[in-house]
């Protein structure tokens, strides 16, 4: 790699950089400068522009007007592959690796040029360890956490020897632990002149590992910060243009049962899922309760458990309101009030090629939007538009397709419309995964308003940060086993992210 210092130009320049869809100006005449050596973040709320941007980088989208300058060279990048010869890596927010095969033949298939397999083990032994990341070559991916697998995607670009390396919200599942090492890596790499792209909606790690930081809004740039020399609040406002709203939680005495599991023991239908290994969990009204874990962990199978996706063998394992559900299908528990938010958007949470109205129909068909079997449009689209504007969703109305909305405007219209349906149980998955920080505290404010309205709220996510400031009580799911719940006061990020790390006994 090319040292910093003896690089005559900036590695990468973006002057007037545009791009236009039919229904939104997605970048807008935007200029942007990063250095060899230097790790440089993008911030921005959802629908800014940062995905829209960094596909042009990566050769994946086009520009409407604008130059790219590669090391004092003007280019156009037509393909990912052409950015890979450029030197040009990107590690994706969700990653693309097969689970039947083996590290090495998972890598191999992302090269441009053909290598032996066995050269190119050795090669990744090699790498991996230079940088601290360690993979066995011949390992399965099924049998790898989701920080394994990151560490495989990160060394598939470091084989290429990049001299920019992107990475969209690298840190969105990983522990705290995790999280010290992958930052080691990244100034590693920076300190020997890669320069280093970074989007991430988490400002504390902004802070702490990044030199430079420019702010998209609608579009455009709105300023540069020095991370380090910045606030979480003042960067905050350079992405939103106002403070960051804070949740405001107060103590309360819980209330009944809501929500009980009871020796639920299932095993995956998925050859590479985890069996649950007699789970036991109470969740009371008024109360949030989060569950830890790294994914992977038996998180998917106990929520199908108790959604009703997966029928379970006794009705008591799973009391629900004090009904006996565990052999109910979906429709019958969202009856009794039961109300979820899965991990996927697009195609459980919704359906990309519906239209949001219709997209609220498939779950609030028991609300007033249907009268003796026909469908009440208008109750239909007045629904739609409430979630809308309490949840602040960037869209072309109730009639825009749900396909055509960032992954973060898409969340809140979903987890708004579960919120809105008036729920007694509220489950939800990974509730502000690549959400902006504006949106992220909206939906954490919605969920501690519905604890604080009697609701029993249980929440799955891999972001510790935000389990501690939401929840009530806390556990932790390893290998399909549960531990015991723990007041959020009584522990701490640190210890929970080791719990997350360590075999059940």
């Keep these: 790699m090319i040292s910093a210092t003896t690089q005559p130009y900036p590695r990468l320049v973006l002057r007037g950089i545009s791009k236009c869809y039919p229904s939104v100006i997605a970048n807008d005449d935007i200029d942007l400068t990063i250095r060899a050596g230097e790790i440089h973040a993008l911030l921005g709320e959802n629908g800014a522009g940062k995905s829209t941007l960094m596909k042009i980088v990566y050769g994946v989208t086009q520009p409407d007007t604008g130059d790219l300058l590669w090391e004092g060279r003007e280019v156009k990048i037509t393909s990912p592959a052409l950015a890979r010869r450029l030197g040009i890596g990107m590690v994706f927010q969700h990653f693309a690796l097969f689970e039947s095969l083996t590290v090495a033949e998972n890598i191999m298939l992302a090269l441009d040029e053909a290598e032996s397999l066995k050269a190119l083990s050795q090669r990744i032994r090699e790498v991996s360890n230079h940088y601290g990341l360690p993979i066995d070559p011949d390992r399965m991916v099924h049998s790898m956490s989701v920080g394994e697998r990151q560490r495989v995607e990160i060394v598939r670009c470091l084989?290429?020897?990049?001299?920019?390396?992107?990475?969209?919200?690298p840190t969105s599942v990983l522990t705290p632990q995790a999280v010290l090492k992958l930052f080691d890596t990244l100034r590693r790499l920076a300190a020997?002149?890669?320069?280093?792209?970074?989007?991430?909606?988490?400002?504390?790690?902004?802070?702490?590992?990044?030199?430079?930081?420019?702010v998209l809004r609608q579009?455009?740039?709105?300023?540069?910060?020095?991370?380090?020399?910045?606030?979480?609040?003042?960067?905050?406002?350079?992405?939103?243009?106002?403070?960051?709203?804070?949740?405001?939680m107060q103590p309360q005495a819980a209330g009944p049962v809501m929500l009980e599991i009871q020796a639920l023991s299932a095993l995956s239908i998925d050859p590479f899922g985890t069996h649950l290994q007699k789970l036991d969990l109470r969740v009371c009204g008024g109360e949030i309760v989060g569950i830890a874990g790294i994914s992977g962990n038996g998180q998917k199978e106990l929520l199908a458990a108790i959604s009703g996706e997966s029928?379970?063998?006794?009705?008591?394992?799973?009391l629900l309101c004090g009904h006996a559900v565990g052999r109910m299908n979906p429709a019958k528990r969202r009856q009794l009030g039961l109300r979820f938010v899965p991990e996927e958007r697009l195609g459980r949470g919704a359906v990309p090629t519906m239209s949001?109205?219709?997209?609220?129909l498939l779950t609030g068909a028991g609300q007033g939007m249907v009268r003796f079997g026909v469908i009440q449009r208008e109750a239909m689209q007045s629904f739609t538009q409430?979630?809308?504007?309490?949840?602040?969703?960037?869209?072309?109305g109730p009639r825009a397709l749900a396909s055509s909305l960032s992954g973060g405007n898409l969340q809140k219209f979903i987890v708004g419309r579960e919120v809105m349906l008036a729920p007694k149980v509220m489950v939800i998955s990974q509730p502000t995964w690549g959400v902006d920080v504006g949106a992220a505290m909206l939906i954490r404010q919605a969920l501690i308003e519905l604890r604080n309205q009697g609701v029993a709220v249980l929440v799955l996510s891999e972001e510790l940060d935000e389990l501690f400031m939401i929840c009530d009580q806390i556990a932790v799911i390893t290998q399909g086993n549960l531990s015991a719940l723990t007041p959020t006061a009584q522990t701490s990020p640190e210890q929970v992210g080791l719990e997350m790390t360590l075999k059940p006994r």
């Design 159 to 169: 084989l290429q020897k990049p001299k920019l390396l992107i990475m969209d919200e």
């Design 192 to 214: 020997e002149g890669c320069s280093i792209l970074y989007i991430s909606h988490k400002l504390d790690e902004i802070r702490a590992l990044c030199d430079t930081a420019t």
């Design 219 to 248: 579009g455009k740039v709105t300023g540069t910060a020095q991370p380090r020399h910045a606030t979480s609040s003042e960067l905050a406002r350079l992405m939103i243009g106002s403070d960051l709203p804070e949740c405001a």
């Design 311 to 318: 029928v379970q063998g006794s009705a008591n394992t799973i």
């Design 356 to 360: 949001l109205s219709n997209n609220a």
């Design 386 to 396: 409430q979630v809308i504007a309490r949840f602040k969703v960037a869209c072309g």
